[in-house]
């Protein structure tokens, strides 16, 4: 029989991990996390017209907890054991985890592949083999927010797999953080542990299309007005400096 929740929190194993979660915060992810907030910044200001804003965060204890039950869960009792837990923490990259904000939906391959070459003239390795993206921007029928995640190694000395150096980045429209912003702390979070009711899912995802829809409909107005209206375009751009 697979654990429970309860019961997976009470184990020894869990809350070892957790209680030395603060250490590795303070002794590692805090200076990863710095510098991958120092190195986008520099991106982002350099790139105005591209890029419009970023987030760094760094995984709280109550989240790696939800992180570790969700790869374990379906696991019994008697499995869930130091090896296993330390096993499925190393398995988590996005202890450090970031946003980039664009523009347009159909630009984000454009802006991911310019992103990966800034990251790596800043001196990270930002061109994992694919097996570590998560590339959901041609997949029309997801179920969610449509973006691409890649994942960055901060230290090129580090292991391939050593967790600790790896950061997960996410590029998504401002329709898509919008909607990031809201379900996950709304909906996720509240039933991470829990299988989300089929109502509350359908409601969540009918807003990750409505979502989705808007976005294309921006691409189609801004084709518009660069192919008939351009000059108006550049006209307001030269007055506003934008």
Request: charged letters at 30%.
């Amino acid at each position: 029989m697979a654990i429970s929740y309860e019961d997976f929190r009470e184990r020894n194993a869990v809350m070892n991990l957790l209680s030395n979660y603060d250490s590795i915060v303070k002794n590692i992810l805090f200076d990863v996390s710095k510098k991958f907030s120092k190195l986008l910044n520099s991106i982002i200001n350099d790139n105005i017209d591209r890029y419009l804003t970023y987030t760094v965060r760094t995984k709280k204890a109550p989240s790696l907890e939800r992180k570790l039950w969700t790869k374990l869960k379906d696991r019994e009792p008697k499995e869930i054991l130091k090896k296993t837990v330390e096993e499925a923490f190393r398995d988590i990259r996005d202890l450090v985890a970031g946003r980039v904000e664009v523009r347009y939906y159909n630009g984000i391959p454009d802006d991911v592949d310019n992103l990966r070459k800034l990251l790596t003239q800043g001196g990270v390795d930002a061109d994992l083999t694919d097996e570590f993206d998560d590339d959901i921007y041609l997949d029309h029928d997801k179920r969610g927010y449509r973006g691409y995640h890649f994942y960055v190694r901060m230290d090129k000395d580090a292991g391939r797999m050593e967790n600790t150096a790896i950061t997960e980045l996410q590029v998504l429209t401002s329709l898509q953080l919008v909607w990031a912003r809201t379900i996950h702390p709304l909906v996720y979070d509240p039933f991470k542990g829990d299988d989300i009711p089929e109502a509350i899912d359908n409601m969540t995802q009918g807003v990750s299309h409505t979502v989705h829809s808007a976005d294309l409909q921006f691409v189609t107005l801004r084709d518009y007005m660069y192919k008939n209206h351009k000059d108006k375009i550049d006209l307001a751009k030269s007055q506003t400096g934008g």
